[in-house]
């Protein structure tokens, strides 16, 4: 299996400011990496597709970049609704998913 | 996108099978590969396998001797079926849609935690 590793796994932020999750896979997986977010008590959205294609209705203020091995999701100005938990995953082979990270309220 | 509404017990029995059904708002159901991902207390996701059909099923190895998918296309509706529970098959489970150009899932329902205990 492809390992993915996600990091941090936790942060705090406020409102308006710039936000950077990570994954990194444990061999080259082209771009086959997706984001989501989940947010509690509903079902995970799938943000970014194949590294760096927004879904269609996700706000500007997501962006995804990278490819091989390591991977970025930034949130330019982030928003009270995106105080959730963001996770990646990867489509090279069969699926696995990095551990998540939470975005919490400072 | 497609609405996914899953259900079934929440709580199984140690050695049982845990069956878990899922109900899609998709007129073009059979279009599509359906699939399952878990996530026990404390840990990460983890793909349990998606199918179109019969023919093209895809399960996770480590749980391939244990889980079965099954889809009703008349129904619009695919179950999941993991037999011999244990404690750590306690986990929230997801039903999801897979899409195989894109290699994600682009749809998903909101999980249900299913416990296994006596």
Same mark, same amino acid.
């Given at each position: 299996d492809?390992?993915?590793?996600?990091s941090?796994?936790?942060? +705090?932020?406020?409102?308006?400011?710039?936000?950077?999750?990570?994954?990194r896979?444990?061999?080259?997986?082209?771009?086959?990496?997706?984001?989501y977010?989940?947010?509690?008590?509903?079902?995970?959205?799938l943000?970014?597709?194949?590294?760096?294609t927004?879904?269609?209705?996700?706000?500007?203020r #997501? +962006?995804g970049s990278?490819?091989?091995t390591?991977?970025?999701l930034?949130?330019s +100005?982030?928003?009270?609704?995106?105080?959730?938990?963001?996770?990646?995953?990867?489509?090279?082979?069969?699926?696995? #998913?990095?551990? @998540?990270?939470?975005?919490e309220?400072? | 996108?497609v609405?996914?509404?899953?259900?079934g017990?929440?709580?199984?029995?140690?050695s049982?099978?845990l +069956?878990?059904?899922?109900?899609?708002?998709?007129?073009s159901f059979?279009n599509?590969?359906?699939?399952?991902?878990?996530?026990?207390?404390?840990?990460g996701?983890?793909?349990? @396998?998606h199918?179109?059909?019969v023919?093209?099923?895809?399960?996770?190895?480590?749980?391939?001797?244990?889980?079965?998918?099954?889809?009703d296309t008349?129904k619009?509706?695919f179950s999941l079926?993991l037999?011999?529970v244990?404690?750590?098959?306690?986990?929230?489970?997801?039903?999801?849609?897979?899409?195989?150009?894109?290699?994600? #899932?682009?749809s998903?329902?909101q999980?249900?935690?299913?416990?296994?205990?006596?």
């Amino acid at each position: 299996d492809i390992q993915m590793t996600q990091s941090p796994s936790s942060l +705090s932020a406020s409102v308006g400011d710039r936000v950077t999750i990570t994954c990194r896979a444990s061999q080259s997986i082209g771009n086959y990496l997706n984001w989501y977010r989940r947010k509690p008590g509903e079902a995970p959205k799938l943000l970014i597709s194949g590294a760096s294609t927004l879904q269609s209705g996700v706000p500007s203020r #997501f +962006s995804g970049s990278g490819s091989g091995t390591e991977f970025a999701l930034t949130i330019s +100005s982030l928003q009270p609704e995106d105080f959730a938990t963001y996770f990646c995953q990867q489509g090279y082979s069969t699926p696995t #998913f990095g551990q @998540g990270t939470k975005v919490e309220i400072k | 996108q497609v609405q996914l509404q899953g259900s079934g017990p929440g709580r199984v029995r140690p050695s049982e099978t845990l +069956s878990l059904t899922c109900t899609a708002s998709d007129d073009s159901f059979s279009n599509f590969y359906w699939g399952w991902i878990r996530q026990p207390p404390g840990k990460g996701l983890e793909w349990i @396998g998606h199918m179109y059909n019969v023919r093209s099923a895809n399960y996770n190895p480590s749980l391939k001797s244990r889980v079965s998918i099954s889809v009703d296309t008349s129904k619009n509706q695919f179950s999941l079926k993991l037999t011999s529970v244990t404690a750590a098959d306690t986990a929230v489970y997801y039903c999801a849609r897979w899409v195989p150009a894109r290699k994600n #899932f682009d749809s998903w329902d909101q999980g249900s935690l299913v416990t296994v205990s006596s």
